[in-house]
């Protein structure tokens, strides 16, 4: 059943809501792959948001509907390459809040567990997203792997993502957005780092094999 979903930062400088959250329209899964390593040991917060394998929690929904209510000043954005995913996080405690693509009219938004205030809300994380669908890009990730751990991501993960991008396309769930304004521009121009320091950042990964 869909529900509302408090969103807070480490700190409590921003917070939000996540509305009509729903396991059947959304896809929780575990990333493990080097970008969202690096991206983690960038902010210095790797023993906060990744697991014991490596992998980044993330639950796939709409950008209408993710609204930050508070601490929007505080919001960053970094890319690991010019044209890499946009890494939304708060700058006032380095805690990951959203991942976009660069189409502001895709609806899209990965939402890492870390911005989701499950302790406000009373449920845990199976009870409001229901149960991790699957574990992917395991090549990056550190053994012993879960049994559910692909190399990439599976055909049927992407083409049920397919599906819930359609969805979202007619429906017009690409706004509003909680990180576009209503032209369709980034609310704060995106950090981009250097390809010297996207390459130390991926050797801090441990890859599998």
């Known amino acids: 059943m869909a529900r509302e ?14 509305t009509d959250v729903d396991p059947d329209r959304g896809n929780r899964l575990v990333c493990m792959c ?7 040991h960038w902010l210095d917060r790797a023993d906060a948001i990744l697991d014991q394998n490596g992998g980044t929690e993330v639950f796939q929904l709409t950008p209408a509907q993710v609204r930050i209510t508070a601490g929007r000043e505080h919001v960053r954005c970094l890319r690991l390459s010019p044209k890499g995913l946009m890494r939304w996080y708060a700058g ?6 959203a991942n976009t693509l660069d189409r502001p009219r895709l609806p899209f938004l990965g939402m890492p567990h870390t911005f989701m ?8 994380r199976d009870e409001a997203l229901g149960p991790v669908l699957t574990r ?8 012993p792997l879960a049994a559910d751990s692909h190399a990439r991501a599976p ?7 397919i599906r819930q991008l359609l969805r979202g396309w007619f429906a017009g769930a690409h706004s509003p957005s909680p990180v576009f304004d209503d032209a369709g521009e980034p609310i704060v121009e995106p950090t981009v780092i250097s ?3 996207r390459q130390r950042l991926r050797g801090l990964v ?3 094999d």
Do not use: F
């Open 155 to 161: 055909m049927w993960l992407i083409l049920r993502a």
């Open 117 to 124: 205030d499950h302790a406000s809300d009373g449920r845990s």
């Open 5 to 18: 979903l408090p969103l807070r930062c480490a700190c409590g400088s921003v917070t939000g809501v996540a």
């Open 92 to 97: 006032c405690c380095n805690t990951p809040i």
């Open 136 to 143: 992917i890009n395991a090549r990056y990730g550190k053994p």
């Open 206 to 208: 441990a890859r599998s």
């Open 34 to 40: 080097d970008d969202c390593q690096a991206y983690a």
């Open 195 to 197: 390809l010297d320091e």
